[in-house]
């Protein structure tokens, strides 16, 4: 079964209005987190947020939100007020496990959904 | 503050051919990773490190080898390059393992393998 899916197609969204992007997970590890890349054309991959799986709230940075549904089992971005900039591809990625240090590294690893492509329309 | 940095950006070679890509970073991080972006795969993890000389395989290592004898360098080297490893390869480094430690990624080396 794959950890991260995003089955949304590309998508499409007026500029200044709201766009939502799925993705959901699968894990059995109660200790988790998730996280939101962004890749422009230009090819780099920026951070944009992160959700603990302890954390109460949903993660909010900016313009951009995490709609956290935990029994879900979704971790969805929220992107309020679309700029032509935020065209671009769109990753869900996942880490499992606790603690923030790790000898061997097994808990560092992030785990990766295929991408959703987002066009902005002016 | 040149963070993290990939040679080459671009390389074209030959199947058979050993290459070796570079990563380096000045940040001092403990965690460094290799990951491959293959279209409608997303970003697959080849190898990561915890530490100099600490080092293992991700979701796929075959045809890979990885070392690390200094933190701030994680070589990548195709022993006999493929043209299945045609691909665009990302290096990445963390300070600290979990939590909401992210991971800042290279700017990439675009590798065909004709």
């Known amino acids: 079964a794959q950890k991260i899916t995003q089955t949304q197609p590309g998508m499409f969204v007026q500029e200044k209005e709201a766009v939502t992007l799925d993705c959901t997970y699968d894990t059995s590890d109660p200790s988790y987190g998730l996280f939101w890349y962004k890749q422009p054309s230009s090819g780099e991959m920026i951070f944009l947020i992160y959700?603990?799986?302890?954390?109460?709230q949903n993660a909010t940075e900016g313009r951009y939100s995490l709609n956290f549904q935990k029994a879900r089992k979704s971790a969805n971005l929220v992107i309020s007020a679309s700029q032509l900039g935020d065209s671009a591809m769109y990753f869900c990625a996942m880490r499992e496990g606790r603690g923030w240090n790790s000898s061997t590294g097994a808990n560092s690893k992030l785990t990766f959904g295929k991408g959703i492509t987002l066009s902005v329309r002016p | 503050d040149a963070g993290i940095t990939q040679s080459p950006r671009y390389k074209i070679t030959e199947t058979g051919r050993q290459v070796t890509l570079m990563c380096h970073q000045t940040w001092s991080h403990s965690y460094m990773f290799w990951y491959r972006q293959d279209l409608g795969h997303g970003l697959r993890l080849i190898y990561y490190s915890a530490a100099a000389d600490i080092t293992d395989k991700g979701e796929v290592p075959d045809g890979y080898v990885v070392s690390r004898s200094k933190t701030e360098n994680f070589p990548l080297t195709l022993e006999s390059a493929t043209r299945s490893q045609t691909s665009v390869y990302f290096c990445?480094?963390?300070?600290?393992?979990?939590?909401?430690?992210?991971?800042?990624f290279g700017p990439g080396t675009r590798l065909t393998v004709l």
């Open positions: 959700q603990g799986s302890y954390d109460q």
């Open positions: 990445a480094s963390s300070h600290l393992a979990g939590g909401p430690n992210t991971q800042y």
